[in-house]
């Protein structure tokens, strides 16, 4: 009995720092997100703005809900450099065929006004710093400030306060915004 406690006490250790969120503020890795249309955008391309990523699955109820007050939140800030892509990671992603690519996120369309790409899922948990042994829930959020750092992002689980919530998003976009 000892013996068994004494095996699963660390592997139990390890389950929790694996669970772990990437610490915030962070730079922004490096990513790039495949538009439907075959261009590639990458993040860097978009320092000087404040960005949110919304990473979803396009047949995601909660995913659908968030791209609608997204896109109103998009089209309120816009013009004070607020810039807002959907990261589709449900399909198989292809840079050779814009075709497929825009197949999988066209059911998004009619809930996103703001582009929606593509990723593949491990670039996608590599930028969030998800580790693989990670069951997390979607849509997941990050916010990236003008000079690129990750200053706020959702968690594995996202809890009462994160800026999955319209409320929460808009305050820390508003205070982002207005950082020189």
């Known amino acids: 009995m000892i013996r068994k ?16 969120a990437a610490p915030i503020p962070r730079p922004a890795p490096k990513f790039t997100v495949l538009e439907p249309s075959g261009k590639q955008t990458t993040i860097a391309s978009l320092k000087g703005k404040v960005v949110v990523l919304q990473f979803l699955s396009t047949g995601c109820s909660h995913c659908q809900e968030t791209a609608i007050w997204l896109s109103r939140l998009d089209s309120e800030m816009k013009a004070k450099g607020l810039a807002v892509y959907g990261i589709a990671f449900n399909g198989e992603v292809n840079t050779k065929d814009a ?38 829930l979607v849509p997941q959020m990050a916010v990236i400030d003008k000079k690129g750092m990750i200053r706020a992002q959702t968690s594995v689980n996202p809890k009462p306060g994160e800026v999955i919530q319209e409320p929460v998003l808009r305050n820390v976009v508003t205070k982002l915004l207005a950082e020189k």
Not at 8 to 15: E, H
Not at 101 to 128: C, H, I, Q, W
């Open 5 to 20: 406690v004494s095996v699963v006490l660390p592997l139990m250790a390890l389950g929790f720092l694996l669970q772990a």
């Open 99 to 136: 075709e497929k690519n825009k197949a999988v996120t066209k059911a998004f369309d009619s809930y996103a006004k703001f582009p929606v790409g593509m990723a593949p899922p491990s670039e996608v948990e590599r930028f969030l710093g998800f580790s693989v042994m990670d069951q997390y």
